[in-house]
């Protein structure tokens, strides 16, 4: 049993430049999300999903967009990549939103 | 805004001792509370959650919710080298929208 997988572990861009962090999670659960971690800081929310189809922002939204076309994937994708987005993205699942288990997160920089 | 306050430490305890960890929110709505640990570079681990006021044990673990204070603590008793980490407080509301975390505390534990 895998949990939640996320891809890739590292990644380097340049400014501008976008991309897609994945986040998978085979425990079939209904609710998935998104976070960012700065250093020295804790996990903000940056979106959310209820259930295939479902997504809603949480409170760092700009700069990000998400999509649920399955209940067992929830990618982040980033347009026009800027230094402020670096960070690490932690993706996590929950069957009935709490608690919430955690991948081992995406380290971002972009330079 | 829903806030979550913790002293950033540096927290150091001496080996065998109890470390204590303190969490205050500012939702008087939150309903339930959970206790975190990363470890340097790695994702948030669950160790404790609480819905309800008191106590609740788990091995060396305690949680003590207090919400007409609006403050958490988790106690470790019996400390060890390998409880050194950061130790990340959160809440929610109840809903489906995530939890508000705070920025954490570093816990040394010297042998």
Not at chain 1, 58 to 70: F, I, K, L
């Amino acid at each position: 049993n895998a949990g939640v997988t996320q891809t890739p572990k590292f990644r380097i861009l340049k400014i501008g430049q976008s991309m897609t962090l994945q986040c998978a999670q085979d425990m079939n659960h209904n609710y998935m999300y998104w976070y960012r971690q700065d250093p020295g800081m804790g996990l903000k929310l940056i979106y959310y999903s209820v259930g295939a189809g479902i997504t809603d922002k949480g409170e760092v939204p700009n700069g990000y967009n998400v999509s649920r076309s399955t209940t067992e994937d929830f990618p982040l994708r980033l347009e026009l990549a800027a230094p402020s987005q670096t960070s690490v993205y932690f993706c996590a699942s929950s069957p009935n939103s709490e608690p919430q288990h955690f991948g081992d997160g995406t380290r971002l920089s972009i330079l | 805004q829903k806030e979550v306050e913790q002293n950033s430490g540096p927290l150091s305890v001496p080996e065998g001792a109890i470390a204590s960890l303190n969490c205050t929110y500012s939702d008087r709505g939150s309903q339930s509370f959970f206790w975190y640990r990363q470890y340097s570079g790695k994702s948030p681990e669950l160790i404790m959650f609480i819905y309800s006021n008191g106590d609740k044990e788990d091995g060396r673990f305690t949680a003590q919710l207090n919400k007409a204070s609006q403050y958490v603590s988790l106690l470790i008793r019996d400390s060890q080298p390998s409880d050194s980490a950061t130790y990340l407080c959160a809440v929610s509301g109840g809903g489906a929208d995530g939890l508000t975390f705070g920025k954490g505390t570093h816990l040394i534990i010297q042998p």
